[in-house]
RNA sequence: GGAGACGUCGCAUAGUCCGGCCUAGUGCACCACCCUGCUAAGGUGGAGUCCCCAAUAGGGGACCGAGGGUUCAAAUCCCUCCGUCUCCA
C-alpha cells in the first residue's frame, strides 16, 4: 500500500501517478475520504475508551455501598464504547479496500502509456537470422527429445510437459548457474515454501488483480504461489531489520499459474506453462538505495543472458504495464528465432516501500525510528529461457550447440546431438 | 489421527487457579549520567511496537500468539484458529 501520509499531504502527486498508470483518478479522493473518516472514527472511540477506562477504575477502589450505581453507569459507557469501536473496524475496513486500489507511485522516467509504449533502454547481440530454416523449440526439442509435451497433456492436461534427459540436465545446468552468479553476488539461496496462508498471498498483493491466476487448494485454504518472491516477502513480515547492508536472498521454487486470461495465446511448446521452475532474486534495501539496487539486479540478469549468449533487449515498461506494487519494472527480452520477435526472460521490479508496509517489514533509521524497507525482486532464471537457449544455438544438422557457461554443469558437453527415432 | 502441556513489550521469567492499586513485576543484556580508578564493581535514570490528537513539550488509545465472546472492568473466564513441545497411534 501507499504511504497514508503522502495521500494526505500530496494527493496530487498520488493523482498524477494513478493517471500515468491509467487507473481511476477519482480513486485517490475516495481514499482521502476514507482516510478522514477512519482518523475521525479513532479519535472518537478513542475519547471514549478513555472515560470508560477512567471509570472503571472507580468502580475497582469504590466501596461495596457505591458499587451498584457507578456499575449502572459503566454499562452506559460500555454501550456508548462498542458502538464506537464497531465504526472503527468498519471506518478501517472501508480505508483499506479504498487504499488498496491505488497502486504504488510511478517513478517519474517511467513511460507512459500501455503494454507498447515501453521504452528499450538497450540492446544485445544481433536479432539472429540463420541460412537455413530455423526449427521452433518444440521441434529440436523432439530432435534433441529435450520435452515431452503431449505425454505432459495426457497427465496433467495441456499447458503441463515433461522435461525428459538433456532437457530436464539443461534446466539444473542453467539453475546451477544462475545460483553461482548469484552466490558470487552475495546473495542467500533459499528454497521456499511454495504454497502459503491467505494473509500471506494477500498481503504480497497477489490475490489483487492477479486473483484469477493463482491455484487455491480449498480443503486447506492455501495457495499455489505462482512466484518465490511471495515467499521471499513473506520471509521478513513482521520484523525490523538491520540494512546496515542490504539483505539478498535468491528463491529456488517451482511456480504455478493458473493462465487464466490466456486462452489461445503460446499454446505451443513450453513458453506458457502451468508450471516451471525459477531462481528468484530478492532484496530488501533502504528506501534511499532501491533505485542503484534496481540497477545492479538488472546488471545481474543481464549478465546472465550474456552468459547464455543469447541476443536481447532492455525494456522500461510503460506506466500501464506495471503491477500495481512495481514502482518501475525493467524487463529482458530474449530473441526468439523462430517468432522473429523478442520474449520476455526475465522482469525485475523496485517496489520501494509498497510490498513493506503491507508486510510490516521495517528497518531502524539513523534517527532511531522505524521505517518501512524497499523492496526488490528479479529473475535469475527460468524454465523459460531453454526455449530461447535451444533456438538460438541451433545448428543446420538439428543439434544444439552448449553455450560455454553452461557445459561445466553438464559434464563438458558441447554439442547437444539429435535423438534418432527409435 | 488421538491425548496433554505451553505461547507475557530483545532474551529468561513472575502474574492466570480465585477478573479490579498489573500503571504487566524481576533478572540478564542494552543506552545515558554519576561514582570509582583500570581483566572490575556500584548508584540513578531511561528504554518495546502500532496508532490517534497536538506538532516544541506533551496528552491519549491499542498490543500479554491471532481473532471473537462474556463483563461496568480481561494477561487472567469462555470459544475458534495458528504455532511449539511431550506422549500415544
Not at 548457474?177 to 539461496?189: N, S
Not at 528506501?287 to 549478465?303: T, V, W
Not at 529473475?379 to 544438422?397: C, G, K, S
Not at 544444439?400 to 535423438?419: F, K, M, S, W
Request: a negative charge; aromatic letters at 6%.
Amino acid at each position: 500500500m501507499i504511504d497514508p501520509q503522502l495521500l494526505r499531504e500530496q494527493p496530487d502527486l498520488v493523482k498524477a501517478s494513478q493517471e500515468r498508470r491509467g487507473d481511476p483518478v477519482s480513486f485517490v479522493d475516495e481514499a482521502l475520504a476514507a482516510e478522514s473518516a477512519r482518523r475521525a472514527a479513532i479519535t472518537e472511540f478513542e475519547r471514549l475508551r478513555s472515560e470508560q477506562n477512567a471509570h472503571a477504575k472507580l468502580v475497582g477502589r469504590a466501596s461495596k455501598e457505591e458499587r451498584p450505581a457507578l456499575i449502572e453507569q459503566g454499562k452506559a459507557l460500555a454501550v456508548g464504547v462498542k458502538e464506537a469501536q464497531a465504526r472503527v473496524t468498519e471506518a478501517e475496513a472501508a480505508f483499506d479496500a479504498a487504499v488498496s486500489r491505488l497502486g504504488n507511485i510511478v517513478h517519474p522516467d517511467v513511460p507512459a502509456g500501455g503494454e507498447e509504449n515501453f521504452v528499450t533502454l538497450a540492446t544485445h547481440g544481433t536479432e539472429r537470422s540463420f541460412d537455413f530454416e530455423p526449427l521452433d523449440h518444440v521441434a529440436l526439442g523432439e530432435r534433441i527429445k529435450a520435452f515431452d509435451i503431449a505425454r505432459g497433456a495426457k497427465v496433467a492436461g495441456t499447458r503441463f510437459y515433461y522435461l525428459t534427459g538433456i532437457g530436464m540436465r539443461l534446466e539444473l545446468a542453467l539453475m546451477l548457474l544462475g545460483l553461482d552468479q548469484v552466490l558470487a553476488d552475495g546473495f542467500t539461496p533459499l528454497t521456499t515454501p511454495t504454497l502459503v496462508r491467505p494473509e500471506i498471498m494477500q498481503g504480497t498483493g497477489f490475490l489483487g488483480e492477479h486473483a484469477a491466476e493463482v491455484y487455491h487448494l480449498p480443503a486447506d485454504d492455501l495457495y499455489l504461489t505462482g512466484t518465490s518472491e511471495v515467499a521471499l516477502a513473506g520471509f521478513h513480515a513482521d520484523e525490523i531489520l538491520d540494512l546496515d547492508e542490504p539483505k539478498r536472498y535468491a528463491g529456488w521454487s517451482t511456480c504455478y499459474r493458473r493462465e487464466a486470461g490466456s486462452a489461445g495465446r503460446d499454446t505451443r511448446g513450453i513458453l506458457r506453462v502451468h508450471q516451471f521452475n525459477k531462481l528468484e532474486m530478492f532484496s530488501y534495501v533502504k528506501p534511499e538505495d532501491a533505485e542503484a539496487e534496481h540497477d545492479r539486479l538488472r546488471a545481474l540478469q543481464e549478465r546472465m543472458l550474456q552468459a547464455c549468449e543469447l541476443d536481447y533487449r532492455v525494456i522500461d515498461v510503460a506506466a500501464g504495464d506495471l503491477g500495481s506494487s512495481a514502482a518501475r519494472k525493467f524487463d529482458i527480452e530474449a530473441w526468439i528465432p523462430s517468432q522473429q520477435q523478442y520474449r520476455e526472460l526475465t522482469s525485475t521490479s523496485n517496489c520501494t516501500t509498497f510490498q513493506s508496509r503491507r508486510l510490516a517489514t521495517r528497518y531502524r533509521t539513523e534517527s532511531g525510528r522505524t521505517a518501512p524497507v524497499a523492496t526488490l525482486n528479479g529473475t535469475a532464471a527460468t524454465t523459460r529461457w531453454l526455449v530461447a537457449i535451444l533456438e538460438t544455438h541451433q545448428q543446420p544438422d538439428g543439434s544444439v550447440r552448449v553455450p560455454e557457461a553452461l557445459r561445466p554443469y553438464l559434464g563438458g558437453l558441447a554439442t547437444i546431438e539429435p535423438v534418432e527415432a527409435a
